[in-house]
């Protein structure tokens, strides 16, 4: 790189995991189950009433969709949320470098629990926030006594935690995350973008006793609209005022918008493709465990198996037999883990029998 | 706020307009032309068939757009882009962000040329990159000199350069890019957001002489696509993979790069729009010269009119006549002025009965 890119940045590759559509994809968390003839339906019917005025600026502050997202964690959580403790961007990604923007910054570190979403330090680095990783316990879990000890050593700006965690599927408990918010006297940060596969309580729930409290979730996931790109938070109004001093004006487009509308109104039956995807995972695990491998204990859509002496050659021979799945190896604390996600029920035969076949084979 | 919100952040608001959709629109540089009913079921078409596989992250790398965007800026300058020299993002804002990621940052300076666009100095801040501003000239022109002189006494990382410049319409020469390209060793960007209403040449044409230039564009204006948030760049391939070390992963929607692509396949229609704005700017130019006020010579889609002495009084006065402007008045070196867009022929026509009647009430 002959240009005058930031120092940090030198040398560094971009974030993404390989695209390789000729394969079977459970390598990046997707849902398999594509949206039925009658979303695509009413999507294209939102986005045309959408385009028809495509030649003005779209709704600022997208009241509407964050009237319909409040509406939906209402539901599914039990805690009445207004839209002004709501906020939306392009993917949970931009909603987390705006709470990075708002509140890190240079001179303030963020904190991880580590294996975790390797975006996380990417986004505190992309807003100059400093990044610190503590270490997860070795089955990957999180006291509330280890995560308040953390706090207490970092004093960070900006904790995040995650339930079900990323990519171990861990689930972290709301003790946790009250023990770590009484801790702080930063913002705490609990990304849920997989709590819908779980059976746990969200920390929505947690909302009105910790003004610094921020849950994260996406419609990627059991909203099966990883290509709508719309994430959201519910945190408290002044959390959102905040958000606001650094959000990009008119950051969410009119089709965002009015697509991400269209798929709320069919919450009932994209939640519907979610007990079938815990289905295909539970097939999952119970397979892999036939064969022999470890598991990690999942409440997402998607499992850490192994171990692997040589996890670059199993992704390989995966590859080669059809399926592609996330070599997370070279992660902290990863050595020897592979994450695949639940896929439809011929995707998650084919997996199988895939696995059976290297299995075999090293045997 | 009570929130540990960054520090630079206290006391700040938000960017925006006010949003005030029943008067006649004529503050945000919009196209008054809506999508043809053509376009409109292009747009929904493409959308669909992208909904079937909404359920899988976009591509990532959005190479059918940028091939397209790539097509587009060849036949439009002459200058044969390949589709590794062009990026895209939502909005020629987040493009500029990116930018400022990749190239600003702690310890580093932006320069812009005020009066200028308002989000250049907003975009540093959020980047934690250092803002300096040099004034214009009187008429609001920038010469080649002034500009060369700025750049060796601020060691900027990066130069803003803007042709037609938001909010004058001023014209920057080509000469002016080229100067600021060779004195700095910084990156140049010349922001281009409204160049199709102009008559002069890119600084596209000065791209195979500068590794350092970028030239950022916007379907917002010219496509009458402001509600699809679809900026864009032209520059060198090493500055698009720099721009790819801090682009968030899958930051362009599956809907997005689906619509955008559909309204390039509409170019010849929307470019037709054009010709029907400058007609109307024409207009507006003419009859305010008539009612004896003063227009800054313009090449985009809107001017600067006045002066006025209590320019915020004389909005509310067009406010209540049912149309809404721009009080750019309160910015640097802009004491006295409103700001205009072209709309339709009516809501011209209904913009400078209101300018007239406000005139007639104060002689």
Avoid at 22 to 50: D, R, T, Y
Avoid at 188 to 209: C, I
Wanted: glycine content about 8%; proline content about 6%; charged content about 20%.
């Amino acid at each position: 790189m002959t240009l005058p890119v930031r120092d940090d940045l030198l040398g560094k590759q971009p974030y993404g995991a390989p695209q390789l559509p000729q394969a079977i994809q459970l390598n990046v968390n997707e849902n398999p189950f594509p949206p039925s003839e009658s979303l695509i339906a009413a999507v294209a019917k939102a986005v045309a009433e959408a385009t028809a005025t495509l030649n003005r600026y779209p709704d600022r502050e997208a009241v509407g969709l964050r009237f319909d997202l409040a509406a939906y964690l209402t539901r599914v959580t039990g805690v009445p949320l207004s839209v002004d403790q709501v906020w939306a961007a392009n993917g949970s990604n931009e909603v987390l470098q705006q709470v990075c923007q708002a509140f890190g910054g240079p001179g303030r570190v963020a904190l991880g629990f580590e294996p975790s979403y390797s975006m996380h330090p990417l986004l505190a680095a992309g807003t100059n926030t400093g990044w610190v990783a503590e270490r997860r316990a070795a089955d990957f879990t999180l006291t509330a006594d280890a995560a308040v000890a953390a706090v207490a050593r970092h004093r960070p700006a900006i904790t995040f935690l995650t339930t079900p965690n990323n990519p171990t599927g861990t689930v972290t408990g709301l003790d946790v995350v009250d023990a770590v918010c009484q801790a702080s006297d930063g913002m705490v940060v609990v990304d849920e973008a997989y709590a819908e596969f779980g059976g746990t309580v969200s920390a929505v729930t947690l909302l009105d006793r910790h003004p610094r409290l921020i849950v994260s979730r996406t419609m990627s996931k059991a909203f099966a609209g990883a290509g709508l790109r719309l994430g959201y938070l519910a945190a408290g109004a002044e959390v959102v005022d905040a958000l606001r001093l650094v959000r990009l004006p008119y950051h969410l487009s009119a089709l965002t918008q009015a697509a991400a509308r269209a798929a709320l109104a069919h919450t009932d039956e994209l939640l519907g493709t979610v007990e079938a995807v815990k289905a295909q995972r539970d097939r999952m695990v119970d397979g892999l465990r036939e064969l022999g491998l470890t598991v990690v204990p999942t409440e997402a859509n998607f499992l850490l198996f192994g171990p692997w002496e040589l996890p670059a050659t199993t992704w390989q021979q995966l590859l080669d037999l059809g399926v592609l799945v996330r070599d997370v190896s070279t992660g902290p604390g990863l050595a020897g883990w592979l994450r695949v996600n639940a896929g439809t029920e011929d995707e998650t035969s084919a997996f199988l029998a895939a696995v059976s076949e290297v299995v075999a084979a090293r045997s």
